[in-house]
């Protein structure tokens, strides 16, 4: 049996919220304690590819990686770095930048709901962004990468520029990785409307339970969660056209480990104002001791930039010689 070789990322650009924990943090856990070799990355040159602010950057860093331990990833099992730390990752962009399409990148749709209206004003680094992307999975030879489902367009363009360096040099040099869109939560929907993704950037802080959130909090924005007239259905068919209910059951399921038709077994018939508490309490349970253990970590940041230190230099042990392998492939004096 090979061992699978994990690896993700999420960008330091502001707080981690449900989304984030559920649809892949969450899921890294699982694979780490499944003894998977994991590579944990705050990919921080990816966050910069927007406006950002550097006073806040490197606390920013800071912050996602003890999300990331808060979380249970554990810097005993699993590497935790950050991106910038290794510049393998850029230095093999590069290489990798010079096989791929432009009209690929064109199609990316985290590009187009980024630069917005107006493309000939939005910088290279975004449009370019999923070539780094790629750059930092192909570097380790990850085999599984565990993302929410945003991501997948993404992932089968890294699955692609591997496949054009292998058969342009003839070699087997890149595994092609498949993504991990795992758990019962792969795409969490904004709690003021259900046909929305819940993400960091909306406008309304309402519409997204953020890790930092105290127990307060949570209540007050479940509570204030869109949902629709009619009580909870009997089974899953009946979340169709409900969006919001969909949304706060998927939530429900993925927090407590069940299936939606558990929940739904467990609520339907029932109003929202049955409902909504138990999602509160249930919330809260779970994501208290992470904030907890994510405020405490960050008291003393000396011990979260020692564990990045040991990520850092495992991460370019790895990095370095496949860098210097790809060089090799394509004929540059070495
Ligand atoms: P980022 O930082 O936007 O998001 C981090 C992870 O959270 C997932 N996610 C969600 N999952 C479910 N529901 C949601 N509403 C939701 N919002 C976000 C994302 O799918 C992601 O898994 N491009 C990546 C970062 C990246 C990366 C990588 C990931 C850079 N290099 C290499 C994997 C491997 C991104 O923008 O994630």
């Not at 990850?142 to 997948?152: F, M, N, R, S, W």
Request: some cysteine; charged content about 25%.
């Amino acid at each position: 049996m090979t061992t699978k070789r994990i690896l993700s990322g999420m960008q330091p650009t502001s707080q981690l919220h449900l989304g984030n924990y559920l649809g892949a943090l969450k899921n890294w856990v699982t694979l780490q304690e499944e003894g998977s070799e994991c590579l944990y990355c705050v990919v921080d040159l990816h966050a910069v590819t927007v406006a950002y602010d550097a006073d806040r950057l490197a606390q920013a860093t800071r912050e996602i990686a003890a999300a990331y331990i808060a979380a249970g990833v554990d810097p005993a099992k699993s590497s935790i770095f950050v991106q910038s730390a290794v510049p393998g990752h850029s230095q093999l962009m590069w290489l990798l930048a010079t096989m791929t399409q432009m009209g690929k990148l064109e199609r990316m749709t985290q590009f187009k709901d980024k630069a917005g209206k107006d493309k000939e004003r939005a910088g290279l680094g975004l449009f370019a962004y999923p070539v780094l992307m790629a750059a930092d999975i192909l570097i380790y030879n990850a085999t599984h990468v565990p993302v929410g489902d945003d991501q997948k367009q993404h992932l089968e363009l890294s699955r692609d520029i591997a496949a054009t360096f292998n058969t342009r040099y003839g070699t087997e040099h890149f595994i092609q990785p498949d993504p991990y869109i795992m758990g019962a939560a792969t795409r969490v929907m904004s709690l003021r409307d259900g046909t929305q993704k819940m993400s960091k950037s909306a406008e309304s802080d309402m519409s997204r339970i953020n890790l930092i959130d105290d127990a307060d909090m949570i209540a007050k924005k479940i509570r204030k969660a869109k949902t629709d007239p009619a009580s909870l259905p009997e089974t899953t068919a009946g979340l169709e056209g409900r969006p919001e209910a969909a949304n706060l059951v998927t939530i429900y399921a993925a927090l407590s480990g069940q299936s939606k038709d558990a929940v739904l077994q467990a609520f339907g018939g029932k109003e929202f104002s049955v409902f909504k508490p138990a999602l509160v309490d249930l919330a809260v349970a779970h994501l208290a001791p992470i904030t907890a253990r994510m405020n405490d970590l960050l008291g003393d940041v000396s011990e979260i930039d020692n564990i990045l230190r040991r990520g850092a230099d495992k991460a370019n042990e790895m990095a370095a010689p496949m860098v210097d392998e790809t060089y090799k492939i394509m004929g540059f004096w070495r």
